[in-house]
């Protein structure tokens, strides 16, 4: 069993962005000497995400407009209080949704499924540099 550790970097448009992260952890596998394991994709930062969803124009604006019928930006949140920064919502929707994700692979190929793309999701309210730090477990 062996654990290679990759990071790649993305630039976001800030809040509502979503990017499509499937081709760059495929190359890391790709690139590794591992045929069969799993990646965790973990997004370093409290106020993005990282999921899988079919990676459309439709489901694109849907999911933001879902994230902001649970945790609206209009409201209060005791995060905004105490740092007067405006993210308080941003932080919310990320622990939702979570900073990662396990894919298995086999032959050295994502195993999900046909319409199924990793993705990064920003919460922040303005553009960010994301680190996604991706760890590779197999054989």
Do not use: C
């Amino acid at each position: 069993m062996s654990v290679i550790t990759k990071t790649i970097t993305v630039s976001s448009n800030g809040e509502n962005d979503m990017i499509d992260i499937t081709r760059q952890t495929d190359e890391a596998i790709k690139a590794s000497r591992l045929q069969d394991g799993i990646v965790a994709i973990f997004v370093s930062g409290s106020t993005a995400a990282v999921t899988t969803i079919e990676y459309e124009p439709g489901l694109k604006k849907d999911f933001p407009e879902m994230l902001a019928r649970i945790a609206p930006s209009e409201i209060v949140y005791e995060h905004d209080n105490t740092w007067h920064d405006g993210n308080g919502h941003s932080h919310v929707r990320a622990s939702l949704l979570g900073p990662s994700l396990t894919v298995p692979f086999k032959n050295k190929g994502l195993m999900l499924g046909t319409w199924q793309q990793i993705v990064l999701l920003e919460m922040d309210t303005r553009p960010r540099d994301r680190k996604i730090i991706l760890q590779l477990i197999g054989e």
